[in-house]
């Protein structure tokens, strides 16, 4: 492993940083508070090319590695954790997905707006009676002959608001139990598709969350993901790369908070002194760079293993469970030295903090990926 960053890297995290910092941060108290969708922001990442980062230029991407993407994830979660999220499923759950595993035609049909940002995408797996419990399928896409009939409602969806074309993961012959499940892409203007209400989070609050219903949807057999049964594997394959942004995401919040944590040390004086002068305090930010080297390590290498064409599946799922437990601890302990002014929003730690929590739930909770991890450890697989 090498991560002396390449020149093209660095220009990515440097571009990335300098767009969160000038463009992300002024509104994103205002856009946090009111539940506002950053509309604007994600035009100007569009343009950057971040929501299409490892698509082969042939359909309009970047063609850039994970190692980029990852650090790109990591300087955006910094100051605004609804952007990254949204560039976090379009790149690795919808674009990956489609290019890794879509028909020729499916690739050209949907990856060129989706890379240049036109079309947003969202990943629907999530259901009200099926969370971790993933294969428990209740949503049917039943074989019509020439189409497929979707009925059934997925929760939590990312992006459901706004996101033109949905990867739908749904039980077509339940008697397979999950070899019996398939994905589909569906575009959100079709008769049959209604979206439920934005749902108010603790946090990425601007980001749009909501429920989607799904009422005698007819899909054409076209936009079967690959053969019939694979959709569940799909999911899962998909999601061992979505595990790495959101793994990053929570490395750029522990990173975030940190950096914040470290000026304010240095210039708040108490007791006649800066605060980092006393031990309590310069501790706590020893332990949170440990942590955050620790995690980014582990994030990278994962991206490191991917783009090497390596297994990853357990080192994405260790790096989510650490990066995102690092990120919770230590944004409590960014609110701690910041003191009463952490608590409010305009020093961005509180909502660091709150942003923090989500990364330990989606794509997976902390359980999960010790289920991941602890199989493959039982089983003697490499990580
Ligand atoms: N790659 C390929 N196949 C895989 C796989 C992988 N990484 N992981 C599992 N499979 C296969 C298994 O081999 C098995 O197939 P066979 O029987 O043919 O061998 C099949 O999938 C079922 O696997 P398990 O028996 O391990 O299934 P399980 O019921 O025990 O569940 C689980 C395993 C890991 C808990 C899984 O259900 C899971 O990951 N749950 C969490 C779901 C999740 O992460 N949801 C996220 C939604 S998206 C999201 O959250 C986006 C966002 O917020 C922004
Ligand atoms: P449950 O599965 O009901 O789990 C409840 C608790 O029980 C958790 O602590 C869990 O870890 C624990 N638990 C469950 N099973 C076990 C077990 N076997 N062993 C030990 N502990 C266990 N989903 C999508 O498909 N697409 C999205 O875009 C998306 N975006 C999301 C955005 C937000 C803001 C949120 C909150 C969720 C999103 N999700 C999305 C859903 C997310 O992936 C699920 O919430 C998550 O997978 C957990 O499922 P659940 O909420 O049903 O919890």
């Known amino acids: 492993m090498n991560f002396n960053l390449t020149e093209e890297q660095l220009a990515v995290r440097e571009a990335a940083r300098d767009f ?35 698509v082969s230029p042939e359909y309009g991407g970047g063609g850039m590695d994970t190692l980029s993407y990852v650090l790109a994830m990591e300087e955006i979660s910094k100051v605004d954790n609804s952007c990254s999220v949204i560039m976090s499923v379009n790149n690795s759950l919808v674009c990956w997905g489609i290019e890794t595993f879509g028909s020729e035609e499916q690739k050209q049909k949907y990856l060129p707006r989706l890379a240049a940002g036109e079309w947003i995408g969202s990943f629907c797996l999530s259901e009200p009676e099926a969370g971790s419990d993933a294969t428990s399928q209740r949503t049917t896409a039943i074989d019509m002959g020439d189409h497929y009939l979707l009925n059934g409602t ?107 944590s470290l000026a304010y040390a240095q210039e708040r004086s108490a007791f006649g002194k800066p605060i980092i002068k006393h031990q309590a ?19 990278y290498r994962a991206a490191w293993l991917k783009d090497q064409k390596l297994d990853y599946d357990t080192a994405s799922s260790m790096a989510k469970l650490y990066a995102s437990e690092v990120a919770m601890r230590h944004t409590v302990e960014a609110v701690q030295i910041h003191g009463g002014y952490g608590f409010v929003k305009e020093y961005h730690v509180e909502r660091l903090m709150r942003d923090a929590k989500i990364t330990q739930i989606y794509e997976g909770t902390s359980e999960v990926q010790r289920i991941v991890i602890s199989r493959a450890v039982e089983k003697g697989k490499p990580y």
């Open 154 to 260: 997925k929760n939590w969806i990312t992006n459901g608001g706004t996101s033109k074309l949905h990867i739908v993961i749904a039980q077509t012959d339940a008697e397979k139990g999950h070899r019996g499940i398939n994905a589909f892409l569906v575009e959100a203007d079709w008769d049959g598709v209604s979206i439920g209400a934005k749902e108010d989070k603790l946090g990425i609050r601007s980001s749009d969350t909501h429920t989607i219903m799904y009422t005698d949807v007819k899909v054409p057999k076209e936009n079967r993901i690959g053969d019939d049964g694979f959709g569940f594997k799909f999911a899962m394959k998909t999601l061992s790369g979505g595990r790495i942004g959101i793994a990053a995401q929570a490395l750029g919040i522990a990173g975030g908070a940190y950096e914040l």
């Open 281 to 299: 305090i310069s501790f706590k930010l020893a332990d949170m760079a440990t942590d955050i080297e620790a995690a980014k390590m582990m994030v």
């Open 20 to 54: 969160a910092q000038k463009e992300l941060k002024p509104g994103v108290i205002e856009r946090d508070s009111k539940m506002l969708y950053p509309t604007e922001q994600i035009r100007g990442m569009a343009e950057l090319g971040f929501l299409g980062m490892m």
